[in-house]
Structures are given as structure tokens and as C-alpha cells.
T-cell receptor, first 111, second 117 residues
Framework: DTGVSQNPRHKITKRGQNVTFRCDPI?????LYWYRQTLGQGPEFLTY????????KSRLLSDRFSAERPKGSFSTLEIQRTEQGDSAMYLC?????????FGPGTRLTVL | GDSVTQMEGPVTLSEEAFLTINCTYT??????LFWYVQYPGEGLQLLLK???ADDKGSNKGFEATYRKETTSFHLEKGSVQVSDSAVYFC?????WGSGGSNYKLTFGKGTLLTVNP
């Protein structure tokens, strides 16, 4: 399968714990995006990488959130000191010609 | 800032009925417009797109026309099937084609479509 993959698919954690998600984009895609989707809403942009450079971050990305894309390949999104309000689906997408391909998402539940 | 407003759901139709899901947008530039679909248990998939005014995007029997004068991109299908049951998202990207830019998407809230046999 050559689509965008995300791991884990589901994560349940306790408030205050740190979590990390991984996204593997389509191999030739140089742009990678993270979005967050809460129940009943459309996805909201979090951050964007072109190759290994993080070029834009949304105001939604508080200082508890950090994202990396070492070597311009896979990306990780870490949330420190999770809060119940962080419960959401975290989506990753990649594109090369402006058409974004989405992964299946990681559903985070913070208890 | 950019925003997308799409018709509230849920929408329930019988098989072979005509579908319209309204979508209007606000953007500072000249956005490209998209419809994405999310089938139950699956990720978001691009359904169709239009990159400039008066363009019509089409795929799988669905169509939408980019109307700059009314800032709209309504989704239509002449005869829906049970397999079309899904959540449909209208979205815009304000940086299409500008080379090296961030093509981030701004989404509407989604419309749940249920088609009954």
C-alpha cells in the first residue's frame, strides 16, 4: 500500500501524560500537513512541513504541541501534558502538486 | 480569514433521488475549491476539485461548479446510491498553484448523507 499511513490508529491516555503520533507520507511527496478533527467539525490545520522545514504553525498549536519531520520523510506530532480538550482525531496529509492525500488518522482519547 | 460554510445535515434521501449540498466560502485571494468524502471507517478522500472561476469538477457522477459571483461550490448528483452514504466536506485552499506555498485546506463542518434503499 503506497498511501499515507499513521500510527497508532487509537491512543487512550491519562490527563498529564505525553503522547507521540507518527505519520508516513507518500514517499515522493515533499509537503506534509497535520490537522485536528473534533466530533462534528471539519479538520482544522495545525502545521505544515516542506521537506524537513516546518514553515507554518496554527494558533491551535499550543506550546504543548511539537512536530518534527527529520530528513523530510516521516513526521511525528508530540503532545505534552495532555488535557481532555486534546481528545480528537489527528490527521496527516501529504501532497506534491497541491492535491492532499490523507491518512486514516490517530484517534486520541484523554481520560 | 478564510472560511467555508456548508449546509447542515444530516441529509437523508432515497436511492435515485437528486442530491444538492450547498457550500459557500469566504477567502482573501483566489482559492481553489474541493469536495472531500469520508466513508464510514475510512480516511478523507478527494472527490473533486475546481481551481478557477467557472470550472466544473466532476467525479463518480458528482459535480460542482466554481461560482465566483456567488462564492459558492454546491455539490450535486443526479441519482444517489446507497454506497454514496458518507460525510461530505467542502474545503478551500488559498495558495493553489503559487509554487512552493502552503496548500493548507480550510474545511466546512461536513454534511452527513444517508441514502436508503
Amino acid at each position: 500500500d503506497t498511501g499515507v499511513s499513521q500510527n497508532p490508529r487509537h491512543k487512550i491516555t491519562k490527563r498529564g501524560q505525553n503522547v507521540t503520533f507518527r505519520c508516513d507520507p507518500i514517499s515522493e511527496h515533499n509537503r506534509l500537513y497535520w490537522y485536528r478533527q473534533t466530533l462534528g467539525q471539519g479538520p482544522e490545520f495545525l502545521t505544515y512541513f516542506q521537506n524537513e522545514a516546518q514553515l507554518e504553525k496554527s494558533r491551535l498549536l499550543s506550546d504543548r504541541f511539537s512536530a518534527e519531520r527529520p530528513k523530510g520523510s516521516f513526521s511525528t506530532l508530540e503532545i505534552q501534558r495532555t488535557e481532555q480538550g486534546d481528545s480528537a482525531m489527528y490527521l496527516c496529509a501529504s501532497d506534491i502538486l497541491g492535491e492532499q492525500f490523507f491518512g486514516p488518522g490517530t484517534r486520541l482519547t484523554v481520560l | 480569514g478564510d472560511s467555508v460554510t456548508q449546509m447542515e445535515g444530516p441529509v437523508t434521501l432515497s436511492e435515485e433521488a437528486f442530491l444538492t449540498i450547498n457550500c459557500t466560502y469566504t477567502a482573501t485571494g483566489y482559492p481553489s475549491l474541493f469536495w472531500y468524502v469520508q466513508y464510514p471507517g475510512e480516511g478523507l478522500q478527494l472527490l473533486l476539485k475546481a481551481t478557477k472561476a467557472d470550472d466544473k469538477g466532476s467525479n463518480k457522477g458528482f459535480e460542482a461548479t466554481y461560482r465566483k459571483e456567488t462564492t459558492s461550490f454546491h455539490l450535486e448528483k443526479g441519482s444517489v446510491q446507497v454506497s454514496d452514504s458518507a460525510v461530505y466536506f467542502c474545503a478551500l485552499s488559498d495558495h493553489w498553484g503559487s509554487g512552493g506555498s502552503n496548500y493548507k485546506l480550510t474545511f466546512g463542518k461536513g454534511t452527513l448523507l444517508t441514502v436508503n434503499p
